[in-house]
């Protein structure tokens, strides 16, 4: 069983700074793409930032210059280093990565974790 899990959201007034993290166990014989993705309510989830295995990276235009996305292979982690924080960043954030076992690649989604931002 493979298990997404992230962690770090929280409150933070505006201006601020959160750095989210995602960590994969189980069995994993790759870790490949990872993203961020963001879920306001009422709303669908979007795409906030990603990452290639290889560390390169794409950011939402919103997010651009203030938030950064990085991993850690050794550790099967991702995180989300979020600065100057706005109002309209708060949703639940989700992580979703794709890992290879036994010879076939499966998507995989944490359950989220909530920022809030206030002003």
């Known amino acids: 069983q493979v298990q997404v899990l992230e962690s770090g959201g929280g409150l933070v007034q505006a201006g601020g700074s959160l750095r989210l993290s995602c960590a994969a166990s189980?069995?994993?014989?790759?870790?490949?793409?990872m993203g961020w993705y963001l879920q306001a309510p009422g709303k669908g989830r979007e795409l906030v930032a990603a990452?290639?295995?290889?560390?390169?990276?794409s950011y939402a235009d919103a997010v651009k210059g203030r938030f950064t996305i990085s991993r850690d292979n050794d550790k099967n982690t991702m995180y989300l280093q979020m600065n100057s924080l706005k109002p309209e960043d708060p949703a639940v954030y989700y992580c979703?990565?794709?890992?290879?076992?036994?010879?076939?690649?499966?998507?995989?989604w944490g359950q989220g974790t909530q920022v809030t931002v206030s002003s």
């Open positions: 990452i290639s295995s290889g560390g390169t990276t």
């Open positions: 979703k990565a794709l890992i290879s076992w036994a010879a076939r690649q499966y998507q995989y």
């Open positions: 189980g069995r994993i014989d790759s870790l490949n793409d």
